[in-house]
């Protein structure tokens, strides 16, 4: 099932399985952004990451004297979520656990996820409440992917990334290896970054203390931009393709409250690195904004 929003500027259509953010048509220019989705590279276009971002280390973490297994990016991004409020530009899905996850994540919560359009970007904002009675850990992220180049005439090679990093922060650079975080220290010259079919190689490019990240053409200044302050991490990723060496027709920037596991990890949730707490009945909010151009 889709939801469709629009206002003067975009069509947006939204799945209910996983509250997934599918497509979104500019009508003022009449481009499609969003990736399609074909599994030939990955099957995916806007998932949300919940209750881990990335892959933990042996794909299983302990709490409270227990171990639980859990695969990369959580469980999130697969469960139907309903509808709870639906206008023109705006809508609310939410989702409640209901003793459904318990086997993997020993807590119950309740998720809602808002998409409103204001002009040609559109809002997404996450709600988390914790309906425990103790404390509750989670990490949760956003995956969007964006169609490049947009334009037949272009190609991989006419885009580039532009960073703008949070005030009076530095920002930590970081890679993966076997889906796991090493550290590699404080990125000193960030701000732009050509896309080249070797970029993910490696997989994804993975930073802290980024406030604003677009995508834009060095032809036609069309892109996306992507506004996440506050935000602790960002990852940016494309399919790299071993069978010629090329990256697949997209890239993902994917603001992150959390990240995977790091290559000396405990695996004690409660000490993971970047692990958010929330307290009883204590409600978490976040939003980003992308920026159609």
């Known amino acids: 099932m889709f939801t469709v929003l629009e206002n003067d500027w975009l069509k947006v259509e939204i799945a209910s399985r996983g509250a997934e953010l599918r497509k979104v048509q500019h009508k003022k220019n009449g481009l499609d952004y969003m990736w399609t989705g074909d ?5 995916r276009v806007s998932p949300i990451l919940f209750p881990i971002v990335g892959r933990l280390k042996d794909d299983r973490y302990q709490l409270n004297d227990q171990t639980y297994e859990m ?19 705006s809508v609310s899905f939410v989702f409640e656990s209901a003793g459904r996850f318990l086997n993997v994540y020993p807590y119950e919560f309740k998720a809602f996820v808002h998409y409103i359009l204001k002009e040609d970007s559109l809002i997404v904002r996450w709600e988390i409440v914790n309906q425990n009675k103790e404390e509750m850990y989670f990490s949760i992220g956003a995956h969007p992917a964006f169609k490049v180049p947009l334009l037949e005439n272009e190609t991989i090679e006419d885009y580039s990334l532009h960073f703008t990093p949070a005030a009076n922060q530095n920002v930590m650079e970081y890679e993966l290896k076997d889906s796991l975080i090493h550290e590699k220290g404080t990125a000193n010259d960030i701000s732009k970054i ?10 994804a490019l993975v930073y802290s203390n980024i406030d604003f990240i677009s995508l834009a053409s060095n032809k036609s200044n069309h892109g996306v931009e992507l506004t996440s302050e506050n935000f602790p991490f960002v990852g940016i990723w494309s399919k790299y393709m071993d069978s010629d060496g090329t ?10 409250y959390g990240i995977a596991d790091t290559y000396n990890a405990s695996g004690k949730m409660n000490k993971k690195f970047g692990i958010n707490k929330l307290e009883i009945g204590e409600l978490f909010e976040a939003e980003y904004k992308i920026t159609f151009k």
């Open 194 to 203: 050509q896309l080249t079919d070797s970029l993910f190689v490696d997989d």
């Open 39 to 43: 599994s030939t590279y990955w099957g």
């Open 71 to 89: 695969s990369q990016h959580g469980f999130l991004r697969d469960v139907v979520f309903d509808l709870d409020k639906h206008a023109t530009t």
């Open 247 to 256: 990256m697949a027709p997209f890239v993902c920037i994917e603001p992150w």
